[in-house]
């Protein structure tokens, strides 16, 4: 008796929702997660488009004789999801900053560049510039193949174990000021 | 008034007959008789020599040519890329030429700490080469002392 009042009817209702609310914000998430990964979102900032974008219209990354392209996400996001979901996180205060009008200019921009770049070059310094090589991957590239600068700076680097953005920093958009970095390079008086 | 148009008409049958016969040659502009419509062929794409060993001077005080690619080499007051292999503090790593000390005497003749403005520009008096043939023949040949 006592058995059967407890044995309530099983209800699916809650779980049926759960289960489509949670496909749907799968799918919203991994589009989110496509759709943020294009150039499109990336320069729908006036910061990135004003900016970055436009100068790097001028490399060989944008256009070259083979025709491939490398595109923002290419170089600033790791293939990898949880690396991807990391630098989204990271990316909302991006958002915020937007939104307070950080870089909201030429000259706001060129003052935070060097920042911006020293982010940048650390980040990937630290991971062994790890989405050059999701393109330019050290073992298959034939150094003999290579104008000779570049290929005994390649042999020298690999034997010092430098890293490609080690050598290779400015190659997509133009450099803060680097007077910290290399004043050697920069104008003197 | 009608003897004046018959007169004017006249003056001008003549003009024409006159210059008639130089408009039916050939207008010729100072680059010759060219089809002026017709376009020019395209020149050639000039493409610049990658790396080679350093070119051989003409005189001594010629800025060396650039034996190299600097397609991309940007130079502004934020950075000089050229620097960056050719500055007394990264020669040695980039295995290349280190800048003479003339290149940091200063227009009023001090010698500076860093390059001197003056010579900030470096392509301002150094430039790379292409492949391509010379357009004139050159007959100039290098001081003995260089050959």
């Given at each position: 008796m006592l058995e059967s009042t407890n044995k309530k009817r099983f209800k699916w209702g809650p779980y049926l929702f759960g289960g489509v609310a949670g496909m749907v914000l799968l799918a919203a998430f991994l589009g989110e997660l496509h759709y943020s990964a294009t150039e499109k979102f990336c320069i729908s900032c006036h910061e990135m488009e004003a900016n970055v974008y436009m100068e790097y219209k001028e490399t060989a990354h944008y256009m070259n004789k083979s025709g491939v392209r490398a595109i923002c996400t290419d170089c600033h996001l790791s293939q990898h999801l949880v690396q991807k979901v990391g630098r989204k996180v990271k990316a909302v205060n991006e958002v915020f900053q937007h939104f307070k009008g950080t870089i909201n200019s030429r000259e706001k921009f060129i003052e935070k560049r060097l920042h911006l770049a020293e982010k940048v070059w650390a980040e990937m310094k630290a991971n062994d510039s790890r989405e050059c090589r999701s393109c330019h991957s050290a073992k298959s590239m034939?150094?003999?193949?290579?104008?000779k600068r570049a290929m005994e700076q390649h042999i020298k680097g690999d034997d010092e174990k430098k890293t490609c953005i080690e050598c290779h920093k400015g190659i997509a958009h133009k450099l803060p000021d680097m007077q910290t970095i290399d004043p050697s390079a920069v104008i003197g008086i | 008034m009608k003897r004046h148009t018959a007169k004017g008409l006249l003056i001008l049958m003549g003009l024409v007959a006159m210059a008639m016969p130089a408009q039916a040659e050939e207008l010729k502009s100072l680059r010759g008789s060219?089809?002026?419509?017709?376009g020019s062929e395209p020149p050639e794409i000039n493409r610049e020599i990658s790396d080679d060993r350093p070119i051989p001077r003409n005189y001594v005080q010629q800025p060396p040519l650039i034996p190299h690619k600097t397609e991309g080499y940007r130079i502004d007051r934020n950075y000089n890329k050229c620097l960056s292999c050719h500055s007394w503090a990264n020669y040695q790593q980039a295995k290349a030429t280190k800048i003479p000390?003339?290149?940091?005497?200063?227009?009023?003749g001090k010698e500076l700490a860093n390059v001197s403005a003056a010579r900030y520009f470096c392509t301002q008096c150094h430039v790379p080469q292409t492949d391509t043939r010379p357009l004139v023949e050159n007959e100039f040949e290098p001081v003995k002392a260089l050959k």
């Open positions: 034939d150094y003999t193949k290579q104008s | 060219r089809d002026l419509a017709a000390p003339t290149h940091f005497v200063g227009r009023d």
